[in-house]
């Protein structure tokens, strides 16, 4: 037997003897201990910056002071009352078949009144669709936001004319658009700035970090206001952030606020100092006003199916509109005949509107054709022959008719 076998069993030889070779006890191994769950750090209360308490009495913030004057303050109740009942009147024809679809804003006036109206002229608007209030600010005939939702045009009005860009369908895209044309902005040397709308849902989407990366490195003058209603349709905002909204902007780099979103006095004063950092070169900044979706996400929803009555009346108790007129009549700034006056506007607004959509021209068919090419393109002008004789097949045939009525 050679050494190697041996040695291959486990035995050795030794003055002649044959011992059985010693091999190294196993150790036990050692028992790991289960990995106990960490309950995550429980966040820092996100502080809300407020100047009017939901039973209108008027509070002071060290970072954030305002100062209005009678009128100007009579002028954002006016703003907010009228928007809601141009909201209203919409969502009317709506239900009516006026409108293919609508997307309120009933509960988050002020988050768009107060934000509209820190706006300087040269400033400039990227909203999604549910910005009729910073529209109404903006100057844009309300009639005219309607245009799209009834299928007669992809926007009824010039954005450079009121520095009001289309509204985006698409979730979340239109904050690249504003991070891009601010580092245009910025590139001309001007010192206006952009702001962005978007939603507590389109926050998820992947466009809205790309537009954070690209604004905080290019240090674009840009105001992302996130209108955090509490809903993305039927997903709660909970179920898509483990902290608050405006938090997420320290992780780029520029500074983010929480705002009582259903205090116009507290979402003018913040959104004036953002716009302010974003023109003085200090980069972007993130507002999150804190508001309520009251109504549906949009008329096609049934917010019954995910919300509970109770949640609606503690925002209801929140109203921005009912706080602002508490703060007017306990100080005296509004009598009974503003009151009426405006009531009264309103509802002739919500019949010019009504009368306008009623009467609002169908477009051109062919018109689609006409801007696809600045010198033309043989393509279009082939699918523009076919679409021609494709609505000519429709035309009634006289003899066809003839034999109908003959029959």
């Not at 291959?8 to 190294?24: D, F, I, L, N, Y």
């Not at 934000?115 to 002229?121: I, N, T, V």
């Not at 002739?348 to 393109?377: C, Q, S, W």
Request: aromatic share 8%.
């Amino acid at each position: 037997m050679t050494v190697e076998s041996t040695a291959a069993r486990g035995t050795t030889r030794s003055s002649g003897k044959r011992t059985a070779a010693k091999t190294p006890a196993k150790k036990a191994p050692a028992k790991r201990k289960a990995a106990q769950p960490t309950a995550p750090a429980a966040p820092a209360q996100p502080e809300l910056v407020q100047l009017l308490t939901p039973e209108g009495e008027r509070v002071e913030h060290p970072d954030y002071a305002i100062d209005l004057s009678p009128d100007e303050l009579r002028g954002l109740y006016r703003d907010m009352v009228l928007t809601r009942r141009f909201d209203a009147e919409a969502t009317s024809l709506q239900r009516q078949g006026e409108l293919g679809l609508w997307a309120s804003l009933l509960g988050q006036e002020a988050a768009q009144i107060g934000s509209g109206r820190a706006l300087r002229d040269d400033d400039y608007v990227f909203p999604t669709y549910r910005e009729h209030g910073v529209a109404w600010c903006r100057g844009v005939d309300p009639a005219n936001l309607l245009g799209m939702f009834r299928g007669v045009n992809n926007g009824g009005w010039d954005p450079n004319s009121n520095n009001f860009h289309l509204y985006t369908i698409v979730i979340g895209s239109q904050t690249l658009h504003a991070t891009g044309y601010a580092m245009g902005v910025s590139k001309d040397g001007a010192d206006s700035a952009v702001v962005a709308y978007f939603g507590d849902g389109a926050s998820s989407q992947g466009d809205v970090a790309e537009a954070f990366t690209f604004a905080a490195v290019y240090n674009a003058p840009v105001v992302f206001f996130c209108q955090n209603n509490q809903w993305a349709i039927s997903e709660p905002t909970e179920k898509q952030s483990r902290v608050p909204i405006y938090q997420r902007a320290a992780g780029y780099g520029f500074p983010g606020v929480r705002v009582d979103g259903n205090d116009v006095l507290a979402v003018l004063a913040v959104t004036r100092a953002a716009l302010e950092h974003a023109r003085s070169g200090q980069g972007p900044m993130l507002v999150e006003a804190f508001t309520y979706r009251m109504g549906a996400h949009t008329t096609s929803d049934d917010p019954t199916r995910y919300r509970t009555d109770g949640e609606r009346a503690a925002w209801e108790a929140k109203d921005p509109i009912q706080r602002l007129r508490a703060y007017l009549e306990a100080e005296g700034l509004a009598d009974e005949a503003f009151f009426a006056g405006l009531e009264e506007e309103s509802e002739e607004l919500g019949r010019g509107v009504r009368e306008k959509i009623r009467t609002m021209p169908d477009p051109d068919t062919m018109a689609i054709f006409e801007n696809a090419y600045a010198d033309g393109h043989a393509l279009i002008d082939e699918e523009r022959a076919q679409f021609a004789e494709y609505l000519a097949s429709f035309a009634d045939d006289p003899a066809d008719s003839a034999a109908e009525r003959g029959n």
